[in-house]
């Protein structure tokens, strides 16, 4: 419990998956959390479960994200961009409206939450995590503004490490695989429809292309988060963690 006690989190994203997994874990080591996300029934059930306080808006609407910071207090030391969302599309055919929507949600609402946080974390120092993918390295064909946007991420998490490191911010993103979370059981879905097939023969087909032979838990996702968050990685920042159980090298393969 004393990994980071004393401590105030923000956690995008905290409804389901990865931020849900993320705002679970920081609270059960020590952290006051505060939730921030869509879904405002099981963003209500995640900060029950963790004894944080809930904030329900979008990371697109700054209003929304002015309230996220207010309910934070005095300071903030650590802040997990965990929104995001992901349309399949091919750079022929990719509209302008899913364009702008995955790079508003996954890059611009990153941005502006940090950019709303840092005035806070700069009291005392504090670390940022962002949640890139692997898609950022490895882009599938029908990924193009997902992968887009979680290469930008990753750039913009570097600037913020370089301009912000003399204030004792680090910043740093973790680019997950394939992580068995609401998103993904999406997609496979529609790969199933696609294809003919069922969702779980997708699952299947996906974890037979990954080293480790499965997908992760968000929980492992979320532990990543931790470290990167926690004063054992004091001398990390500007740094990439890929977790994604040696599943990079087939390039057909999104991962998320």
Known sequence: MSRLAGKTALVTGAATGIGRATALLLAQSGARVVLFGLGEDELARAATECGGQAIAGDVTRPADIASAIAACGVWLDIVVNAAGLIVPDQPLSVSDEVWTKTLDV??????????????????????????????????????????????????????????????????????????????????????????????????????????????????????????????????VTGAVLVADGGGRSPTQNRAI
């Open 106 to 235: 996954n890059l611009t609402g990153t941005m502006r939450v940090c950019r709303a946080a840092l005035p806070l974390l700069r009291q005392r120092g504090g670390a940022i995590v962002n949640i890139a993918s692997v898609a950022a390295f490895n882009a599938s064909p029908d990924s193009a503004s997902y992968a887009a946007s979680k290469a930008a991420v990753v750039a913009y998490t570097r600037s913020l490490a370089y301009a912000h490191g003399g204030d004792g911010i680090r910043a740093n993103a973790v680019a997950p695989g394939w992580v068995r979370t609401p998103m993904s059981a999406a997609e496979m879905q529609l790969l199933a429809e696609t294809n003919g097939t069922t969702a779980d023969a997708e699952f299947r087909g996906v974890e037979r292309r990954i080293a480790l032979g499965r997908m992760a838990e968000p929980a492992e996702i979320a532990a990543c988060c931790l470290f990167l968050a926690s004063d054992e990685a004091s001398f």
